[in-house]
């Protein structure tokens, strides 16, 4: 494992932020979901922070020279979903292995804790926004500028609005099921978002902060 670190959820958040830090000049990030630290464990939010002590290890060991996390908010009360249960649930991990943590989050900045023996800073980034309830694909929503992928991203939602029998959960899941229907209706049908940020399909100038964000973690 490298000495700059960024952990995801999951195999496609680690295709995006791999994307998005070569286009912003931080090839040198290595970018894993959680079942790198730990083979016998899956992905997910919740085994990023069940395996987010090896990783803290790993900075005390001297292995790890810069770590960034990124992890969906999700919505409450599903599996302590929610912008602030996620700030609390990771931050008290963070704080055993003692990290300084604020009375409250730089919201839509995002935050970078330091330590209080001197052990190199932490980044965390709660998705989209660092502020709301939500996710990556509510992230990637916002980057969709373009008149045309506007349309069909506005087209995607409004089909899955008369869809006559629903099998997903609209209150958690509307906004990932219309990025998924969204990436379907492209010239490649099914383009991962890694591509569509490589491909200008997405744009960065809406994410200005994240960027800024990425750039002060790995600096």
């Known amino acids: 494992m490298g000495p700059y670190v960024l952990l995801v959820e999951g195999n496609d958040d680690q295709d995006f932020f791999k994307a998005y830090c070569e286009l912003i000049g931080k090839a040198n990030v290595e970018v894993i979901p959680p079942k790198t630290l730990d083979i016998s464990s899956g992905d997910g939010w919740s085994n990023l922070v069940k395996n987010l002590p090896i990783l803290l290890g790993q900075i005390k060991a001297g292995d790890v020279d810069k770590f960034g996390i990124v992890l969906d ?46 052990l190199p800073s932490i980044g965390l980034w709660i998705m989209p926004d660092h502020k709301s309830n939500g996710m990556l694909e509510d992230f990637v929503a916002d980057l969709v500028l373009d008149a045309t992928q506007i349309s069909l991203l506005n087209h995607a939602e409004q089909s899955i609005k008369k869809l006559p029998i629903t099998l997903f959960d609209k209150t958690l899941h509307l906004t990932k099921s219309k990025v998924y229907t969204w990436r379907a209706w492209q010239k490649r049908p099914g383009i991962p978002l890694s591509k569509a940020l490589q491909d200008g399909i997405l744009d960065r100038s809406k994410s200005v902060s994240f960027e800024d964000w990425l750039k002060m973690v790995f600096k």
């Not at 704080?95 to 330091?114: R, V």
């Open 73 to 118: 908010a999700d919505y409450p009360p599903n599996n302590k979903g929610g912008f602030s249960k996620r700030f609390q649930v990771v931050t008290e991990k963070l704080a055993e292995f003692g990290y300084i943590i604020p009375k409250k989050p730089s919201h839509k900045t995002g935050d970078i804790f330091i330590h209080s023996d001197g």
